[in-house]
């Protein structure tokens, strides 16, 4: 029994250890910029839990009750001389009543949202700790 819940605690604890972790990835070996900045309750925007580049997608880990979708999600690039900046707003609730702790991973087009593969990605939601 004792053994049981040994690796249980290591489970509970690695899981934690990993759950507030942002992962910025170049797909195409290059310089690549993501940034977030941390959430400080000021902002009306909704939060993300990490973000990351991937294959030409921006992947963004973001709260859910189970039936969150990209497709809930208005998504607007505005072009900066810096590189651009994205922002995600949700438009349509997750009313569903899942436990999903973790949130889950929607993923963006960046072409559609004419994201040059050199330009600097900056989004404005705020990075959620968990």
Do not use: H, W
């Amino acid at each position: 029994m004792q053994k049981k819940l040994a690796v249980l605690a290591l489970v509970v604890a690695a899981g934690l250890s990993t759950s507030a972790c942002v992962i910025i990835d170049a797909d195409d070996g290059g310089k690549r910029d993501v940034s977030v900045k941390i959430n400080d309750g000021a902002d009306s925007l909704e939060p993300v839990y990490g973000v990351a580049l991937e294959k030409g997608e921006l992947v963004a880990r973001v709260s859910s009750n189970g039936c969150t979708k990209a497709e809930d999600f208005k998504v607007t690039a505005d072009r900066r001389d810096s590189g651009v900046a994205v922002t995600l707003t949700r438009e349509r609730p997750d009313l569903c009543r899942a436990l999903v702790p973790e949130g889950k991973e929607v993923r963006f087009d960046l072409d559609a949202m004419g994201v040059q593969r050199t330009d600097k990605v900056r989004v404005r939601n705020p990075l959620q700790r968990a």
